[in-house]
T-cell receptor
Framework: DTAVSQTPKYLVTQMGNDKSIKCEQN?????MYWYKQDSKKFLKIMFSYNNKELIINETVPNRFSPKSPDKAHLNLHINSLELGDSAVYFCASSQTVTGNTIYFGEGSWLTVV | SQELEQSPQSLIVQEGKNLTINCTSSKTLYGLYWYKQKYGEGLIFLMM?????EEKSHEKITAKLDEKKQQSSLHITASQPSHAGIYLC???????????FGQGTTLQVKP
């Protein structure tokens, strides 16, 4: 049983397209996140949701729109994809907002061509 | 703002050798997390340290948090090819409450 699962794992798409990455956690956690890992392997938070409410929204282009239908799911939709969006996107979850271990999914490798 | 600096950025060792990776914070740490990432896989949680002077071990990996709680080290004894990957330290930022990460240390272990 995968605790934090995200799909797809690999995605190659053309510039200008719209794509979504889905994430689900079965840990019963209240908080979910999206992190982006760039080509230099630097991992940075994008969004955080707690009980379906957006609590962290870093300086991310508004082409990126997270959606949390319930506290076990946090999807990421990206409009008008650009070359610079190529990265690995990690979904994660934790019991509460801060101070708890964060568990990560396996990552979604997005390549924009 | 709080920052985490890892050293070295990359490391190549011969199988069987010991190695140490360091993580230094610009501010006091209130919880330091170590993760490992293998290519094509997600981040695997290794250990969490909270108290000054705390030390934890898992198999051949030992992590320590110094007394001043501003530096942590990850030590691998008798390294194996299975230890290869990217090691990341993470900590909750004291001013934003967000989990921030160091830039990672890439480890290669030569058989």
């Amino acid at each position: 049983d995968t605790a934090v699962s995200q799909t797809p794992k690999y995605l190659v798409t053309q510039m200008g397209n719209d794509k979504s990455i889905k994430c689900e956690q079965n840990l019963g956690h209240d908080t979910m996140y999206w992190y982006k890992q760039d080509s230099k392997k630097f991992l940075k938070i994008m969004f955080s949701y707690n009980n379906k409410e957006l609590i962290i929204n870093e300086t991310v282009p508004n082409r990126f729109s997270p959606k949390s239908p319930d506290k076990a799911h946090l999807n990421l939709h990206i409009n008008s994809l650009e070359l610079g969006d190529s990265a690995v996107y990690f979904c994660a979850s934790s019991q509460t907002v801060t101070g708890n271990t964060i568990y990560f999914g396996e990552g979604s490798w997005l390549t924009v061509v | 703002s709080q920052e985490l600096e890892q050293s070295p950025q990359s490391l190549i060792v011969q199988e069987g050798k010991n190695l140490t990776i360091n993580c230094t914070s610009s501010k006091t740490l209130y919880g330091l997390y170590w993760y490992k990432q293998k290519y094509g896989e997600g981040l695997i949680f290794l250990m969490m340290l909270q108290k000054g002077g705390e030390e934890k071990s898992h198999e051949k990996i030992t992590a320590k948090l110094d007394e001043k709680k501003q530096q942590s080290s990850l030590h691998i004894t008798a390294s194996q090819p299975s230890h290869a990957g990217i090691y990341l330290c993470g900590a909750y930022s004291s001013n934003t409450g967000k989990l921030i990460f160091g830039q990672g240390t890439t480890l290669q272990v030569k058989p």
